[in-house]
């Protein structure tokens, strides 16, 4: 048999493609290690890992699961994208494809419903932030994202201060003993310009009856649903442009495996024809 029919049998390997498939999915891996690492850290620091019970017992959205999830999921297709470029393993790559495939059609239709349902997600949307004020003091890292989202987006409960009625150390009811009764979280509390070190206490008694006049000079009066509604509409282009590279570069990985190996018949056809 000739050398040029040999090559209609065999599969010619791309080096380039073979080879920025293993790059991606080396840094693809390893992020997903630092953020399954970041998350495994907190939940130890918090005591669940010896006792798997407190995840029942939180009564809001943990934040770490994030970090557990998408690390988790990271990891587990990174590996298996170094595995099969490097050794094209072609059962490796075809899970990687797989999955791949899966979350972007999920993140798809993720992206239609999201469209179709505008109404019924911001509901779901008042109702998740308004579960998890009832929950602001179960966990610290619950805590910490509601403080950020509240002083980077500059809003106060989900439509506005009175939301923190829902909580029990921030209600108004006369059977609440605590000292940050009928106030909100410092994170509520429009910062002096001179005001480098954090009043924890400054939201304090600024929802009594009395004080409805000092609160738009003391705390943001604007609900995050609102707040996050006009920053989406601000920064509309940039988020457009976030989505539509990430789903490129998600169609790219699931082509570059189906191009490891490469069968060229049709070229050495013409090839030997001249």
């Keep these: 048999m000739s050398r040029k029919h040999r090559h209609l049998k065999g599969a010619e390997v791309s080096c380039c493609v073979k080879y920025f ?3 991606f999915n080396i840094i693809f891996w390893l992020l997903g290690a630092a953020f399954l690492g970041i998350g ?6 918090k005591g669940v890992l010896s006792n798997l019970s407190l995840i029942t017992d939180l009564g809001g959205f943990d934040p770490v ?6 690390g988790g999921v990271m990891f587990i297709l990174g590996f298996a994208g170094c595995i099969g470029a490097l050794r ?6 075809k899970f990687f494809s797989v999955f791949l495939g899966l979350i972007f059609f999920l993140e798809l239709t993720a992206g239609i419903l999201a469209f179709v349902f505008k109404d019924w997600i911001k509901d779901q949307l008042n109702f998740f932030i308004n579960n998890n004020i009832k929950a602001y003091r179960d966990d610290i890292d619950l805590q910490n994202l509601i403080d950020f989202t509240q002083e980077y987006w500059m809003c106060c409960g989900a439509h506005g201060p009175d939301d923190w009625n829902q909580n029990i150390y921030f209600n108004c009811t006369h059977r609440n003993p605590s000292r940050e009764r ?3 979280p410092f994170s509520c509390c429009i910062k002096k310009p001179a005001g480098d070190i954090i009043n924890t206490q400054c939201g304090y008694d600024i929802r009594h009856q009395g004080a409805e006049k000092d609160r738009q000079k003391e705390i943001f ?5 609102g707040q996050f509604e006009k920053w989406l509409q601000d920064n509309l282009i940039v988020v457009a442009g976030i989505f539509v590279g990430t789903a490129l570069l998600q169609v790219m990985s699931l082509c570059f495996p189906l191009n490891i190996h490469c069968r060229w018949p049709l070229f050495f056809f013409l090839l030997n024809s001249v």
């Design 21 to 23: 498939l293993f790059g």
């Design 40 to 45: 495994l850290w907190a939940w130890a620091e």
């Design 65 to 70: 699961w994030l970090f557990i999830v998408v």
């Design 88 to 93: 094209e393993n072609t059962l490796l790559l």
């Design 182 to 184: 009928c106030g909100v």
């Design 221 to 225: 009066t604007k609900g995050c649903v």
